[in-house]
């Protein structure tokens, strides 16, 4: 079975970002940002919800880092649950004031119950690992290459010889299968 390898340049980042660098950290947030835009914008369907949502990501990891937590080497997982939870708020207290929803925050329920945010919602990094290696080769080595590998999903579609739908095919599969490998109870570090 593959092990999951990610980019030395990345772990220091991880690293120095868990000692407080601002620097590294705003380098890691550069890199992420567009998975997290793409994922965020699939969620609400909502261009300027999306941006706010991404900012409020950030905040929140930079919070919790300086707060001591030390981001775990999953980073770009750790930012897709947090980006994931930050949505179920804000759709949340949409649902709890709706004077405060516009038209396009309706689908958000039906979008957030999926195996994805279930998913993203409870990882842990060793948890994660773990999982990794039972499920199927190719569906394991697109959530390699777009998580910790930090590939795009035209890289990853290159590397394997695949069509970019192909590979967000493979993706959602893989990331409900791996949630169905998880433990209820694992939440994000």
């Known amino acids: 079975m593959t092990t999951v390898d990610r980019a030395p340049e990345a772990e220091t980042l991880v690293a ?3 000692r ?3 620097a590294a950290f705003g380098a890691l947030a550069r890199r992420h940002r567009p998975v997290l835009h793409d994922h965020l914008l699939r969620l609400t ?7 706010e949502l ?3 990501t950030f905040l929140r990891a930079w ?3 300086a707060s001591g937590g030390r981001p775990p080497a999953a980073f770009g997982l750790w930012l897709t649950a947090i980006a994931t939870q930050a949505a179920r708020d804000l759709a949340h207290l949409a649902q709890s004031r709706p004077e405060l ?3 396009d925050l309706g689908p958000w329920d039906d979008r957030l119950e999926g195996a994805d945010a279930d998913l993203l919602a409870r990882c842990t990094e060793d948890l994660v690992r773990d999982a990794l290696e ?3 080769e190719q569906q394991r080595d697109v959530l390699v290459k777009r998580f910790y590998d930090e590939q795009t999903v035209a890289q ?3 590397g394997l010889g695949r069509t970019k739908g192909a590979v967000k095919q493979l993706q959602h599969r893989a990331v409900r299968n791996l949630s169905r490998l998880l433990p209820a109870d694992a939440q994000v570090g």
């Open 16 to 18: 120095r970002a868990g």
């Open 20 to 22: 407080g660098d601002h």
């Open 45 to 51: 369907g909502s261009e300027s919800t999306t941006e």
């Open 54 to 56: 991404v900012a409020e």
């Open 63 to 65: 919070g919790s880092i």
């Open 101 to 103: 929803v516009s038209d």
């Open 134 to 136: 039972r499920l199927p």
């Open 156 to 158: 990853v579609a290159r």
